[in-house]
């Protein structure tokens, strides 16, 4: 009867649909072990889109080409072309040969498929890497003579080096001394030098100057022989005729002095000539560090070792370290061991070595689950009411969380734009590396997500300096610290040890009780004094009263 089933079930199924399936099972690619570059799972993403997205330069395949990061591409040719330059060489061949020849194990490295040609991979490669080398190069350390008067750091010129009207302003001469030198003025001689062509009583500028247009200074001040116009309000405040309109530009847009502006007010800080507010340079080293914008470490390592020069004591991962260094990312580089210690696959997982190399190093290995006592802690407000105190302290790494003496001692966590960004990327590097026992800061955010819970626990931890808060409202800070652990799983605790001796001393009667009196009665220094005055006044009663019932006279 089974039997009978089976073959009525295969006789319905279609023979090409079974050469279909086969066919599929055949063209299945394995996985390559190599890859190291992911992309970040929905899950995760949707907690916010923005922090995995590259703001100013793409690196890599998974965000190459998109419209809002084009700009950064003309500066990696320029970046190409300078390092061409210095080695004298009229060609990029040398430097595109060698990276086709680690084409497919850059592509081996990438997690999803990459939908690249060939030769746009070869370019993607080349140009990136040699952005990131320069870029080390031009910022890494003050030793280093590249770095020294370049015009085309993308940290702070976005625009042509050799357009006039894109170079940066010089603070002490806003004339321009090079282009427009000006006679010193002579008291003597009606205020201006013989040989100025600057004649105050007919122009403001040299007429024969084609950058400049004469100005008749008493029509600037006679209403009569000049009448202005009157405005018309249907007209939006201007004449539609007009050149000059306030909605889209400040003057003639014909005109190549001006500068247009954006509708809205701002100029758009990506096309603004200089960086004034750091604002790029931060968003460059804040894109170095995603994790989907990542290109394989040895494809960066192999450009560094072709273009380094004979004398150079230059390491790589030195440079690395110090051009973190010198953007506060990181408190000091360590010394070399990329070639002896570890394997880096890529510049985030440098960066979070960088990170956690000093803490790791005085740590021992995970606990066994077996051994952990206690696996959460109480928010800072329950901490405190515990008779737990708060202490900032200059640790060595973020990392150095110590408990002493009732006292729970945390180096100072500084909240700025960027942080939530770039503790969701380690801590999504470290939920892809699973084989790694580096879970630093995925333990640290579940430490400070215990201490926080609301606003009030977050100005706790300000006013003892353990937070130093840079976005406003302490609510935001409790918010970005709560949803930093959506959907995170917890390997490692990291602090077993803290949560034990922090959840001891909270269970100590006499802790709480003295915390309580301490909280009831003694917060304030008026309060203490009263305290005072009111068992001094006791004891005063009493004694009143011993003497009153046994009276002490002279006949006793």
């Known amino acids: 009867m089974h039997s009978n089933n089976y073959t009525q079930n295969m006789a319905g199924i279609n023979a090409d649909h079974i050469l279909d399936i086969d066919r599929k099972l055949a063209e299945l690619t394995p996985i390559p072990s190599e890859r190291c570059i992911f992309r970040v799972h929905d899950v995760l993403r949707n907690e916010n889109k923005k922090a995995y997205e590259p703001e ?57 498929p990459i939908s690249l040609d060939s030769n746009k991979f070869v370019e993607m490669m080349l140009l990136d890497s040699c952005f990131i080398v320069e870029l080390l190069r031009k910022n890494g350390t003050k030793k280093n003579p590249i770095a020294a008067n370049d015009p085309t750091n993308p940290v702070v010129n976005l625009e042509d080096p050799n357009d006039p009207m894109t170079n940066p302003v010089d603070p002490n001469n806003l004339i321009g001394p090079m282009t427009n030198p000006v006679e010193p003025i002579d008291p003597e001689t009606n205020l201006a030098g013989p040989n100025d062509p600057i004649d105050p009583t007919t122009n403001l500028v040299d007429q024969n100057d084609p950058m400049t247009n004469p100005v008749d200074l008493n029509a600037l001040i006679d209403p009569i022989t000049n009448p202005v116009e009157p405005i ?69 390592k192999k450009l560094f070792d072709m273009t380094i020069t004979e004398n150079s004591t230059d390491s790589l991962d030195n440079l690395i ?18 070639q002896d210690h570890l394997s880096i696959n890529h510049l985030l997982g440098l960066f979070h070595y960088f990170c956690c190399y000093e803490f790791h190093s005085r740590v021992s290995s995970p606990s066994n689950p077996d051994e ?10 329950e901490l405190r009411e515990a008779g737990i105190k708060f202490k900032k302290i200059k640790g060595e790494t973020l990392f150095d969380i110590r408990f002493e003496k009732g006292t729970l001692k945390i180096p100072t966590l500084e909240v700025e734009d960027d942080t939530e960004s ?53 609510e935001v800070v409790a918010t ?6 959506n959907n995170i799983i917890i390997s490692d605790l990291g602090y077993e040890e803290v949560y034990n001796e922090v ?13 309580t009196l301490r909280r009831d009665y003694f917060n304030t220094p008026w309060a203490f004094i009263s305290f005072l005055a009111a068992v001094v006044l006791l004891l005063l009663t009493v004694l009143q009263t011993i003497f009153t019932i046994h009276p002490f006279g002279k006949s006793n």
């Not at 004298?88 to 020849?101: D, G, H, K, P």
């Not at 952990?372 to 407000?381: C, H, N, R, V």
């Not at 970005?480 to 652990?485: D, E, I, P, V, W």
């Not at 959840?503 to 915390?515: L, V, Y």
Request: include cysteine; aromatic fraction near 12%.
């Open 232 to 300: 018309d309000p249907a007209a939006n405040l201007v004449d539609p005729n007009n050149p000059i309109n306030p909605a889209t530009n400040l003057v003639d847009p014909n005109n190549l002095i001006t500068t247009p502006v954006d509708p809205n007010g701002m100029t758009d800080p990506m096309t603004t000539p200089v960086d004034r507010d750091g604002y790029i340079q931060n968003a460059i080293v804040r894109d170095l560090v995603l994790f989907e914008n990542q290109l394989p470490f040895f494809i960066v």
């Open 422 to 474: 770039v503790f969701r990327n380690l801590i999504a590097y470290e939920q892809y590396y699973p084989e790694t026992s580096w879970h630093h800061f995925t333990a640290y955010h579940n430490f400070m997500d215990y201490l926080v819970n609301t606003s009030k626990d977050v100005e706790i931890l300000i006013d003892c300096g353990i937070i130093r808060s840079f976005l406003g409202e302490n």
């Open 503 to 515: 959840n001891e001393h909270c269970r100590g009667k006499w802790n709480t009780r003295f915390a």
């Open 480 to 485: 970005m610290l709560n949803k930093l652990g």
């Open 321 to 338: 370290g110090e051009f973190f260094m010198l953007f506060g990312w990181t408190t000091r580089a360590p010394g070399k061991f990329l």
């Open 56 to 112: 100013v330069v793409a690196i890599g395949p998974y965000h190459h080409g998109k419209d809002n990061l084009k700009l950064m591409e003309e500066h990696k040719l320029r970046y190409l072309k300078q390092l061409l330059n210095r080695r004298n060489e009229t060609s990029a061949e040398r430097y595109i040969m060698a990276m086709r020849e680690s084409e497919q194990k850059a592509r081996k490295s990438y997690a999803d």
């Open 372 to 381: 952990i006592k206690e696996d959460s802690l109480k928010s800072a407000t």
